[in-house]
């Protein structure tokens, strides 16, 4: 859980964060952080358009932990791609968390078009220079989105792509051109949003290893590398989903875990 991945700027990430992609602002995120930062997580992972920005911040400070023991990302929303509009919307992310900066900082998606991105990321190197950020990276990019970022000689290379990665959705081409460019992949819907949890296969690999399904999915990606970011608002399954750093899939399982993959798209 304390474990770290060294980014291509030398910064460290923690290995596994709690994603809270679909819990509801208030409470329930509130409930979800605080209970992750319980339970040993250091690493926390909202965007602008989760609408949930303000209970991270709450539950931050509520746990008493320091500020920079814990890692923060948050997402630029495609509306406000763009060079100005990108400044602004960071530091209304950056208002409602209560924070000072945050360690991560993403374009949401490629969607809005190549000179929106183009500019979007000009901000964020100017975010990572006033301080405001500390690393900047992307998210859903394909291979081509990545060339065309790292084609036009940014002064800061992407440090994450975080994209959906599971077993059944492996996105080889993807992974294999991150890892080529030095760039960590960041794997979300690592449980396939629940979907697959009752995959035979999947309980029948569990079992052997005295783990649940989703434990071994955590696993798998973190046995390829990933950075792996679960989502639950359960404080058991939270507690759950990091109860995986004291086993490891033998190369065998892994293989069969990797041979789901049919391109599932579970968002
Ligand atoms: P819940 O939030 O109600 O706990 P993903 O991370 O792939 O997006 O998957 C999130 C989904 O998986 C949510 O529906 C979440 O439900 C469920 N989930 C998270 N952890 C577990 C777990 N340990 N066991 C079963 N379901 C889980």
Redesign the pocket.
């Known amino acids: 859980l304390q474990s770290f991945y060294a980014l291509n700027n030398a910064r460290q990430i923690p290995l596994l964060g709690l994603?809270v992609?679909?819990?509801e602002p208030g409470k329930a995120t509130e409930d979800?952080v605080l209970w992750a930062l319980q339970a040993g997580y250091r690493h926390i992972d909202t965007a602008s358009i989760y609408r949930n920005e303000v209970s991270v911040g709450n539950a931050i400070r509520k746990s008493g932990i320091p500020r920079d023991q814990i890692f923060v990302t948050t997402k630029l929303a495609d509306r406000d791609q763009g060079y100005h509009s990108a400044l602004e919307a960071c530091e209304l992310s950056l208002e409602k968390l209560g924070l000072d900066y945050v360690d991560l900082y993403l374009i949401h998606s490629p969607r809005q078009g190549a000179e929106r991105r183009t500019e979007s990321w000009k901000a964020l190197q100017k975010l990572v220079a006033q301080g405001k950020v500390k690393s900047i990276g992307v998210s859903n990019y394909g291979v081509q989105h990545l060339k065309e970022l790292l084609g036009s000689n940014p002064t800061i290379r992407p440090v994450v792509n975080q994209i959906e990665v599971?077993p059944w959705r492996t996105h080889q081409e993807i992974v294999s051109f991150c890892e080529s460019q030095h760039i960590a992949v960041q794997a979300?819907?690592?449980?396939?949003?629940?979907h697959k949890?009752q995959d035979p296969m999947l309980i029948k690999i569990g079992a052997k290893y005295s783990k649940?399904?989703?434990?071994i999915?955590i696993r798998w990606s973190l046995q390829k590398g990933y950075i792996v970011?679960?989502?639950?608002?359960?404080q058991?399954?939270?507690e759950?989903?990091a109860d995986v750093f004291d086993f490891d899939l033998a190369d065998g399982d892994m293989s069969v875990l990797d041979s789901f993959n049919i391109g599932y798209v579970?968002g």
Do not use: E, T, W
């Open positions: 994603g992609y679909l819990i979800a599971h979300y819907s690592p449980l396939s949003r629940g949890l649940s399904p989703a434990q999915l970011l679960p989502k639950s608002s359960h058991d399954r939270i759950q989903n579970s």
